[in-house]
């Protein structure tokens, strides 16, 4: 996101936030690089802020499969959120909720209150790829998103 549109957000935050209003920042978990990504420029975003973040993972289990017995760890997942959270500062409260489910948009459909500001990370700008999908569905439940393109590093 280039510094214009950064400021813009922000911009419309301060007015949308009055004194003493506590406003909460949703990122949503894609995988830990890419919400590590979303998390920062939250953060700047709300940089002085009277802001929380909340982190939702929802932890899709197939039809086929028992819903106590997902096959992904639930203890996996939160280990990815944490490597997610690992390096970055935040005075602002974090909260992660991480809730086992069959369908990742309905999921995200109960957890989020209308007209939530919500971050989404990916790596990909291609309209067909999961993170964009998931960015246009939050779209259309009326949220507004911010999609966070992650830049691949180099080790050097």
């Not at 996101?1 to 007015?15: G, I, T, Y």
């Not at 309905?106 to 957890?111: F, I, K, S």
Request: aromatic share 4%; proline share 6%.
């Amino acid at each position: 996101m280039d510094s214009e549109k950064l400021m813009a957000a922000r911009q419309k935050l301060l007015r949308e936030c009055g004194p003493g209003v506590a406003l909460e920042l949703n990122v949503i978990f894609t995988d830990a690089p890419a919400t590590k990504a979303a998390l920062e420029l939250a953060g700047r975003i709300a940089r002085d802020l009277n802001a929380r973040f909340c982190i939702l993972a929802p932890l899709v289990v197939p039809h086929r499969v028992a819903i106590e017995q997902p096959p992904v760890s639930p203890d996996h997942v939160r280990q990815q959120i944490l490597s997610a959270l690992a390096g970055v500062t935040s005075e602002n409260e974090i909260r992660v909720q991480l809730c086992v489910c069959r369908d990742g948009y309905d999921c995200l459909r109960e957890l989020l209150p209308p007209g939530s500001l919500v971050f989404v990370g990916g790596r990909s700008s291609w309209p067909g790829s999961r993170d964009r999908r998931l960015e246009k569905s939050l779209r259309a439940m009326g949220h507004d998103v911010v999609f966070v393109k992650q830049t691949r590093r180099r080790d050097a």
